[in-house]
């Protein structure tokens, strides 16, 4: 029998488990803790029986989840792979790696930062390496649509930055380029945003990228809404354009939550230093490892049909919600991204979002172009995701439009609801 020596126990590679023997085990959670089992239960029986049609979320693959529920959940790694704070990073290493190959790959970037922990986190970290507190940048206004990371008084970028807001045309709803370049050259901005929680078209990048060159602007593109149509070739890049790309990977994307940054070879050091160690620490790895997952799934021809038909469905639904009666802001869209303005209905867009809710249907409120009042923010990532089709699009129309009514018996109406939600189940059991 060999004698196993310590230097050649230290040279043996580690036993590698069978998938069986990993831990994620659902029903040893409903064992131990029946409380929060419960509540994870109960949410996903929500997501089940109602039709998430909130334009920021979607339902990420098994695939996914398993990477997020995986052991890297446990791992520490600060720094960068090959350059970290800690021990044992070899595992972690190999999953960022993949992840930024992956992100650079799918997107044509020259550097990816896959770190982040959110969208917001994202842009901190580009402000933080293009900007000095007082800086001037100029983004869409909050009351247009911007994030509020875009300025909002009560966000650090409000704090520490002089904001700009640029608007959209109150007829059209279209970005006032007139309006953006008149104000870059008045307040000659450190750098321009362009990205919105609600705009439904494509923001010209070439336009956004000549008026920065004419100011000496950085260009900041926050894709954090488009970046999973813009991985399936169902929206224009801005890649090319921006000096910097901000994202969320849990959108369109369908990754799960967390942030990313894509830039040139010339920032990638500024870009990465910003994210650790100025505003970060240790990166989620699982989270690290679960983009990498997604990434991969977005390279697929079956995620470029995936992206054009969340396009196709929205268009379908704007069209259909015209019809009922509603106001479609900008009339229609391009992207994922639905604004409806309920008034014609005579109704406000808080109480048809109750009206809404108490139907089954989750989505938001957001502001409009034009005046106070607020409209509904629609998207189609979600359900598009479940399967749903063109005649779904219509079906969810008329149910919308029959729930901001009060129309009809609202038991019938839920029921409806939840039909057309279980009959395409987000995880087919
Ligand atoms: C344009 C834009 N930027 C940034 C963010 C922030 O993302 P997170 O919520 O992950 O911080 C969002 C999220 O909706 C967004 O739409």
């Given at each position: 029998m060999p004698v196993t020596t310590p230097a050649a126990r230290e040279a043996a590679p580690p036993s590698v488990p069978s998938a069986g023997a990993l831990p994620q085990d659902f029903a040893a959670l409903v064992r131990q803790d029946p409380e929060i089992s419960g509540i994870l239960l109960a949410e996903a029986g929500r997501q089940a029986s109602t039709l998430q049609l909130i334009a920021a979320e979607n339902f990420t693959s098994p695939a996914v989840l398993a990477a997020l529920g995986s052991p890297l959940a446990n791992k520490y790694a600060e720094g960068y792979p090959g350059a970290?704070?800690?021990?044992?990073?070899e595992q972690a290493d190999a999953a960022e790696r993949a992840a930024v190959r992956r992100a650079m790959s799918l997107f044509g970037a020259e550097h990816a930062n896959v770190q982040p922990h959110s969208g917001s986190s994202a842009v901190l970290a580009a402000y933080a390496a293009l900007l000095r507190p007082g800086d001037t940048v100029l983004a869409m206004g909050l009351p247009y649509g911007g994030h509020l990371t875009h300025g909002a008084p009560g966000n650090f970028s409000g704090r520490w930055f002089e904001f700009a807001g640029y608007g959209v045309d109150p007829d059209s709803g279209l970005i006032d380029y007139a309006q953006v370049r008149a104000l870059a050259r008045a307040r000659r901005p450190k750098a321009i945003v362009c990205g919105s929680i609600s705009y439904p078209r494509h923001p010209d990048y070439e336009q956004f990228r000549a008026i920065a060159d004419e100011v000496g602007a950085y260009l900041i593109a926050d894709a954090a809404h488009p970046m999973g149509l813009i991985a399936g070739g169902a929206a224009p890049s801005p890649v090319p354009y921006a000096d910097v790309v901000c994202a969320t990977t849990h959108k369109v994307l369908r990754g799960p939550r967390g942030g990313m940054i894509l830039c040139g070879v010339e920032l990638s050091e500024r870009i990465d230093r910003a994210v650790f160690p100025f505003t970060q620490g240790g990166a989620q790895m699982h989270t690290v490892a679960a983009k990498a997952v997604a990434f991969g799934e977005a390279a697929t021809p079956a995620f470029a049909v995936y992206a054009h038909r969340v396009v196709a469905h929205a268009r379908v639904l704007a069209a259909a919600l015209e019809s009922e009666g509603f106001e479609i802001t900008t009339g229609g869209?391009?992207?994922?991204i639905v604004v409806v303005d309920p008034a014609p209905l005579g109704v406000d867009a808080r109480t048809a979002r109750e009206r809404l809710m108490a139907a089954g249907m989750v989505l938001d409120t957001c502001a409009l172009p034009y005046g106070d009042a607020r409209g509904i923010r629609l998207g189609t990532a979600a359900v598009t995701t479940q399967g749903m089709d063109e005649d779904d699009m219509q079906r969810i129309a008329a149910l919308f439009g029959a729930a901001v009514r009060e129309e009809g018996d609202a038991g019938r109406l839920r029921a409806e609801v939840r039909g057309l939600a279980e009959h395409n189940p987000p995880y087919p059991g």
């Open positions: 970290r704070h800690h021990g044992g990073c869209t391009d992207t994922h």
